[in-house]
């Protein structure tokens, strides 16, 4: 929420200096490096929260154990698709911080902090799913009590 107010603000403060003659340099490339840190680094907290978007309408005639169980094989999946995102994510971050990759046409704006970000980002996200298919697992799949 803090990047999301900065952006704001800046946004607001490069409008106002166009409108006075005195345009800001380099507001739009913070900009839009703080939102890429906004949305990548918030991915984990929302998925922690089950607060992604989601349709639900068909779900709603499944009964719980099936929709427990089609709930793990979707994470399955994202968990797939976020490795190979976690994988690459890194491997650009590290070459962008090794020669200290810049924007173009903005060549004192470094982009490698984003990218970073980004690689953080998917990395909570990756263990976060982690986590939820652990929980579903041990919801769907509950230890049956034995009594000896």
Not at 73 to 79: G, K, M, P, R, S
Not at 91 to 96: F, L, Q
Request: hydrophobic letters at 55%; charged letters at 15%; proline letters at 4%.
């Amino acid at each position: 929420m803090i990047t999301i107010a900065l952006i704001m603000g800046m946004t607001i403060v490069g409008i106002l200096s166009r409108l006075l003659g005195i345009p800001l340099i380099g507001f739009t490339n913070l900009s839009e490096s703080l939102l890429v840190v906004a949305i990548y680094l918030s991915l984990a907290y929302t998925q922690q929260h089950k607060e992604h978007v989601s349709v639900e309408f068909l779900l709603a005639i499944l009964s719980e154990k099936t929709r427990d169980r089609l709930n793990i094989a979707t994470l399955v999946i994202v968990l797939a698709i976020c490795s190979v995102i976690l994988y690459t994510s890194w491997d650009y971050a590290i070459a962008a911080w090794k020669v200290k990759e810049r924007m173009d046409g903005a060549p004192f704006f470094p982009i490698y902090p984003p990218k970073i970000a980004i690689a953080v980002g998917i990395s909570f996200l990756w263990m976060q799913l982690w986590v939820d298919i652990l929980r579903g697992i041990s919801k769907a799949f509950p230890k049956k009590m034995r009594h000896t």
